[in-house]
């Protein structure tokens, strides 16, 4: 049960979140040359049988740039909100300040797996790697979707994951149940992968900034809507007719992935994914104990050649220079890029919730979608007289 066509974004609702304008996709690959791609894997229904199904999983890729991205390696940073989970090679971006491997997002279980997948698409791209020099870290990571898919089975394949990366393509991204999203929720609704762009005006760069989300986080009564305690409204709904297979509780995980176009180095890239969390705190999240939370972004503009000329190192100083403002001490560009990182966080997060849909998993588990007509006349009992049903 893959995204509708038919579900709607959060924008289709009349529901703009912040100030800042969109990008044309409102989507991660708003920002020029990030590319993404989904496998999607949905068999089986009913029982749990370990290891066998049913299966509810799937992989993410993002590419920041077409090119090698070991080759042509990208400023990054990976911060964590809690760190009750994982992101594969995080402290070799940290340490070194860059990227050099595409992102994929997947089911906790499937991670070594993915990872695995993924050097080998890099082997078999270059064959200089581990040879004449070193080998990339592959950077993944995970969100658990073990209520919804049997996660013994670890069903997520290299095929799967070499799909998913020759697959990825810049413009519209699929958003809800699909790719690493599959079996995800989202404040006990159906979750999964929702994306939103920023686009800066000129005085402040006229750079881009773009978010993907994998969202698997948070109680109902949390949920916030643009300022609306939507959640809080809807704690006791229920489907109509009601299955009896409601939601448990349980799911506290979010990986946002921001991408930008401004110059920025890993310092400045740390400082935008600190906004991105404020993003995820204004939908509802609590940055639970048992929450693995985290950011993971990178500037497809500051780039860092795998045999840098000496130039490289002036260019980073003038972008530093650049982002710090000091020729704009009222209002520097990273100001608008830290607007940017949050109200795209925030967007992305709900437009995984609209464009989701009603999921039932292994033992009929359910995660029903978020329904969109109480959802807006939450929002207009609350003065939000925008808001409104696609097509009204």
């Not at 049997?150 to 809800?176: F, I, N």
């Not at 690493?180 to 006229?206: H, V």
């Not at 437009?351 to 979608?369: I, K, P, Q, W, Y």
């Amino acid at each position: 049960m893959p995204t509708s066509p038919h579900r709607p974004r959060a924008r289709d609702c009349g529901i703009a979140i912040g100030a800042l304008p969109t990008g044309p996709h409102n989507a991660i690959t708003d920002v020029p040359g990030v590319l993404v791609g989904h496998s999607t894997l949905i068999r089986g229904e009913g029982r749990l049988v370990p290891s066998v199904g049913p299966v509810r999983t799937g992989v993410t890729a993002i590419r920041p740039h077409p090119g090698d991205v070991f080759r042509d390696k990208v400023a990054a940073w990976v911060h964590r909100i809690n760190g009750f989970g994982e992101v594969t090679n995080a402290e070799q971006v940290r340490e070194m300040g860059v990227l050099e491997s595409p992102i994929l997002l997947t089911g906790t279980q499937n991670v070594p797996r993915v990872a695995d997948a993924l050097l080998d698409w890099d082997f078999a791209r270059d064959p200089e790697l581990c040879v004449t020099t070193w080998g990339p870290g592959p950077v993944v990571a995970e969100c658990s979707d073990q209520f919804l898919s049997d996660a013994r089975g670890r069903h997520v394949t290299a095929a799967h994951v070499h799909a998913a990366l020759e697959g990825a393509a810049g413009g519209p991204v699929a958003e809800g149940g699909v790719g690493g999203g599959t079996g995800m929720a989202c404040c006990e609704f159906k979750g999964g992968i929702g994306s939103s762009s920023r686009a800066l005006p000129a005085e402040a760069g006229g750079y881009t900034v773009g978010v993907l989300v994998m969202s698997n986080f948070g109680r109902r009564e949390h949920l916030v809507i643009d300022g609306v305690p939507v959640g809080r409204e809807l704690r006791d709904w229920k489907p109509d007719p009601n299955p009896g297979a409601g939601p448990e509780r349980g799911g506290s995980s979010i990986i946002i992935v921001l991408a930008t176009d401004a110059p920025a180095d890993a310092r400045q890239l740390e400082r935008l994914s600190v906004r991105a969390a404020g993003g995820l705190a204004r939908v509802g999240g609590l940055y639970s104990t048992s929450s693995g939370d985290f950011v993971i972004a990178f500037s497809t503009t500051n780039r860092a050649p795998h045999f840098p000329p000496e130039r490289e190192v002036t260019q980073r100083i003038v972008a530093e220079s650049m982002l710090a403002g000091a020729e704009w001490p009222a209002a520097p560009p990273i100001n608008a890029l830290f607007q940017a990182a949050l109200e795209a966080t925030e967007e992305a997060i709900l437009n995984s919730l609209f464009s989701a849909e009603t999921m039932v998993g292994r033992d009929n588990h359910t995660r029903f979608a978020l329904p969109i007509a109480e959802t807006v006349a939450v929002m207009r009992q609350y003065g939000h007289t925008e808001a409104h049903l696609p097509g009204e």
